[in-house]
């Protein structure tokens, strides 16, 4: 059984919904967030009685940030180099699921509660980005720094290094776009895809290029602790 609920702002669990979000502007008409389907002007709620994690929330602040993911051939050569790593390396942790390969654009922010007002402005921004089609190439692997964590072992991320010309030009425009909506973005731009979370770090290293046509970018709510990823909004790049 499913349950419906209309509404623009998502208060999680007293289902609290305060305003409508304007009608939205772009060629993104569907989007969803968690159990939150954004149709047109409203924000639907579908929750599913069968699935167990549908009215969990996140152990930690929740994310939005503008990111591209690799195709299916591409994220199934990421997870065999990944595993390939891992075994070399002797590291310990878990793979990140295919679904959840990114690289990101432009962190929008952490929030305790998603703000309607914030996803609108993000959706502004995609709408307003025209850029055509583009080739990335991720051909070398590294550990990031690990920071401290209270109470549990660190963890370094394992991840892919790469890019292209195109990929920093579309950072930089969804940069001045979302200056111009009011939004803070970020001018530094290191182009990776994390692919383990290891116990230990791993030494510079070229491996099999991982290579994709990007043709669309997407607006993404990660709910933090739950490793789950949904997708607010996608644009098609055209050229």
């Not at 590294?142 to 195109?166: C, I, K, M, T």
């Amino acid at each position: 059984m499913t349950h419906a609920v209309w509404c623009a702002e998502f208060n999680f669990p007293m289902f609290l919904f305060c305003s409508r979000i304007r009608k939205r502007r772009g060629n993104c008409s569907s989007r969803v967030l968690g159990g939150i389907r954004v149709m047109n002007d409203q924000l639907r709620l579908d929750l599913d009685d069968d699935d167990p994690d549908a009215w969990r929330r996140p152990k930690f602040p929740e994310r939005i940030f503008l990111g591209v993911r690799p195709d299916a051939a591409a994220a199934m050569l990421a997870e065999e180099t990944a595993r390939q790593l891992r075994a070399a390396s002797g590291l310990r942790g878990e793979l990140l699921r295919r679904q959840r390969l990114h690289v990101t654009l432009q962190h929008i922010g952490d929030y305790k509660r998603l703000k309607s007002k914030v996803l609108f402005a993000a959706d502004l921004v995609g709408a307003a980005i025209s850029m055509p089609p583009f080739e990335v190439v991720f051909d070398r692997a590294e550990s990031f720094p690990a920071p401290p964590r209270r109470d549990r072992p660190r963890q370094y991320p394992a991840v892919l290094r790469g890019g292209s010309d195109a990929l920093f030009e579309l950072h930089r425009l969804l940069a001045e776009a979302m200056r111009k909506l009011g939004l803070r973005p970020s001018d530094m731009f290191v182009p990776h895809m994390t692919m383990i979370y290891g116990d230990k770090a791993i030494a510079p290293q070229p491996v099999a290029p991982l290579r994709w046509t990007v043709r669309e970018f997407l607006l993404i709510h990660s709910e933090r602790g739950l490793t789950k990823h949904n997708i607010l909004g996608r644009w098609p790049l055209h050229g």
